[in-house]
């Protein structure tokens, strides 16, 4: 790795603590990203020359405060700039400056900066946006393209995204538990919207996208690090470190949807794999269950199952009737539906979603398994028409493509039966 | 004299390796690894998950309660081992040198003589 690499990963990975703590000085988003810009500038000039830092955020820190300071006195027009050996002799500074830093508020910096991003006025897409942009970092041409617009069109939406939070007011009081712990179920519920925005995407964009899982599953070992205790944080990161494992499978050479059943296993990531398992373990120990965890353990039966016909279905059946008592939502019933099919067949599952229609009539995936389900049954023109529907709600060309295979089969099928029945 | 050669370095750094950063510096340090083990001085190696994988079993007052998380809370964490025969220190300290090399993630190694050693083998 060449240097320069070396040091933008050193700040990128020091950027959520030094911006949280720039934050709570200035109570100012955009001059705490004015002063995180200057000591990043600073550091590209410093670091190469003097080695990298100890603590790369505290050094950051100190230095964007400094700079911080600087701007607001030059707006002032009341001293003069500092002279640039005041911030550029850090040699000696350093030992002392993690005694200046408090290191007891890093969580809660840390965990505010997070925080403002989920305001409940911004839809969901600039929560995701505004958090990628500030506390990850990214550029606004890399979010962009994760989004799949233009790059102006995004920092126009970044840019109003800012606004309204600014509008709306930091809150900057040291949070109670209470408060901390509805911030902290604020701030899961965006990183898993972050890893979702990545992972609903068809093959030809997963590529594209893929960044943002990564940037999700880097957030959420953040938020781990900071609350080793919180099982539903372990249960969210085991979640999206056990659904990210799979990529490698879900998209053939074409682009194409490999379904779970169909992908090749050892294309998983072992490493990664791994890791959910562990923390899965850990999560389950406290006793205490949440749906994140309860996702998660679901994630670990298709994970720990060796091929498809592996799969504990019956085991899948009861945490899904666990979540469905935790977050009822027809969505969840849908997804129990599968595992029902497989437990106790078809005719079960059908009889399971048919109450969902009216609330899922938009949803592409209720007409998928409606028709997969009907045509197990063998009631083929029925299925055609839940087929039909399907494709007229298909989110991607990969979804689209997939449920045409079906048509394609049943097309086929019924071409026989009715040759056959002409030669009888 | 059998060595361990223990790995500590920034976790937050190391896990945002691409995977291709990733493989590019295992194969740079499995080459450094291979010298040792062909000479027949390499014993086990370990790379170790990250510490928010770590379960931390801690007797308080005489009762054993288990904690989430590693054992302290540090800058660095410990990442990994080696275990490597050396006649003398300096061997070991040149093996650790090789090693940093080849790693671009900063971090430390802590050169430990070995007590005992129990390489019983596992599956894995």
């Not at chain 1, 919180?230 to 074409?254: K, S």
């Not at chain 1, 055609?384 to 494709?391: E, G, H, K, L, P």
């Not at chain 2, 001085?41 to 790379?47: C, D, E, I, M």
């Not at chain 2, 904690?67 to 410990?78: N, S």
Request: net charge negative; proline share 5%; glycine share 6%.
């Amino acid at each position: 790795m060449t240097e320069l690499a070396w040091i933008s990963t050193a700040i990128s990975n020091a950027r959520p603590q030094a911006m949280g703590a720039l934050l709570r000085y200035f109570r100012d988003l955009d001059a705490a990203e004015e002063a995180f810009q200057d000591a990043c500038l600073r550091a590209l000039k410093n670091w190469p020359k003097n080695g990298p830092p100890r603590d790369p955020a505290a050094w950051l820190i100190f230095v964007g405060r400094n700079s911080g300071i600087d701007a607001v006195r030059k707006r002032a027009k009341q001293a003069p700039m500092p002279e640039e050996d005041q911030v550029s002799d850090l040699e000696d500074a350093e030992s002392d400056m993690a005694e200046r830093l408090d290191g007891a508020h890093y969580r809660d910096d840390i965990l505010r900066l997070l925080f403002i991003c989920c305001h409940p006025d911004l839809p969901a897409t600039q929560q995701i946006a505004v958090a990628l942009r500030i506390v990850s970092g990214l550029t606004v041409k890399q979010i962009a393209r994760a989004f799949l617009v233009g790059e102006s069109a995004m920092e126009q939406r970044i840019t109003r995204a800012k606004a309204r939070i600014a509008d709306a007011g930091v809150p900057f009081e040291t949070p109670g538990a209470v408060e901390r712990s509805e911030r902290l179920a604020a701030v899961a519920a965006m990183v898993y919207l972050i890893f979702n925005e990545g992972y609903s995407s068809n093959g030809g964009e997963a590529r594209a996208r893929a960044p943002l899982c990564e940037e999700a599953i880097r957030l959420a070992r953040l938020l781990l690090r900071l609350f080793q205790q919180e099982p539903e944080i372990m249960g969210l990161t085991a979640l999206l470190l056990l659904q990210h494992a799979r990529a490698p499978a879900r998209f053939d050479e074409n682009g194409e949807i490999v379904l779970l059943e169909d992908q090749d296993r050892s294309l998983w990531s072992r490493k990664m794999i791994d890791e959910g398992l562990a923390l899965v373990d850990k999560a389950l120990r406290h006793r205490k269950p949440g749906p994140y965890q309860v996702q998660a353990a679901i994630a670990a039966l298709h994970a720990r199952a060796a091929t498809a016909e592996d799969t504990d279905w019956t085991e899948i059946d009861l945490l899904y009737g666990l979540l469905e008592q935790m977050q009822p939502s027809p969505v969840v019933t849908l997804n129990r539906a599968v595992a029902v099919s497989k437990v106790r067949g078809p005719e079960a599952a059908l009889a399971m979603i048919e109450p969902l229609e009216e609330r899922l009539s938009g949803y592409f995936h209720f007409f998928g398994l409606k028709g997969g389900l009907l045509m197990q049954l063998g009631r083929n023109e029925e299925a055609r028409v839940a087929f039909d529907r399907a494709i007229a709600l298909a989110n991607t060309a990969a979804e689209a493509a997939h449920i045409r295979m079906h048509i394609d089969r049943l097309i086929k099928e019924s071409a026989e039966k009715s040759s056959l029945q002409k030669t009888r | 004299m059998l060595y361990a050669i223990l790995c500590y370095a920034s976790e937050d750094v190391v896990c945002s390796w691409s995977k291709e950063q990733d493989d590019e510096v295992m194969a740079k340090i499995l080459d450094v690894q291979d010298k040792y083990a062909k000479a027949g001085r390499l014993g086990p190696v370990a790379r170790l998950l990250p510490t928010t994988a770590a379960t931390t079993l801690r007797k308080v007052k005489g009762e054993a309660v288990v904690l989430d998380g590693p054992f302290a809370e540090t800058k660095e964490q410990f990442l990994g081992f080696y275990t490597l025969e050396c006649k003398d220190l300096d061997e070991a300290v040149e093996f650790a040198r090789e090693l940093s090399e080849v790693n671009p993630s900063g971090g430390s190694y802590e050169i430990r003589p070995v007590s005992v050693f129990n390489p019983t083998k596992v599956a894995v």
